[in-house]
């Protein structure tokens, strides 16, 4: 009788051991461990990435998506990328004359980042000055 028993909860996925209750709980651990792996994915990562964003929870990544440059510092960005390359970030730093806020080199890093994280900014096709269009 006990038996039918044990063997319906071990098609279930709970085990019983006999000998004690701790090794039970590491079964019963592995099982839901294992359960929480099924995950199915109906929605794209990129998706659950802007969800979790705006829930205020952790990406996928772990990582923030990059600041997003005014349009100052779009042009500023890209003049130096026009002129120095996107690699070459120590001539940037020494370029006083178009980088005149003379940023460091992991700013001027995070600022090419960001440039090209939003390409549709670059051409100020998505951008949305508080001035409204002339007429």
Do not use: C, W
């Amino acid at each position: 009788n006990n038996r039918v028993v044990m063997d319906v909860n071990a098609d279930n996925g709970m085990d019983i051991d006999k000998d004690d209750g701790a090794s039970a709980a590491a079964s019963s651990k592995a099982t839901t461990k294992s359960k929480r792996e099924k995950k199915v994915d109906l929605v794209s990562m990129e998706v659950v990435d802007e969800i979790n964003a705006t829930l205020g929870k952790p990406r996928s990544t772990g990582r923030r998506p990059p600041k997003r440059l005014t349009t100052v510092q779009i042009k500023v960005v890209g003049r130096l990328i026009e002129k120095h390359g996107k690699d070459n970030v120590g001539a940037m730093v020494r370029d006083i004359k178009l980088n005149r806020m003379q940023h460091s080199a992991g700013v001027l890093k995070k600022m090419i980042e960001s440039y090209y994280a939003y390409p549709n900014l670059i051409d100020g096709e998505g951008r949305r000055d508080f001035h409204s269009i002339q007429k």
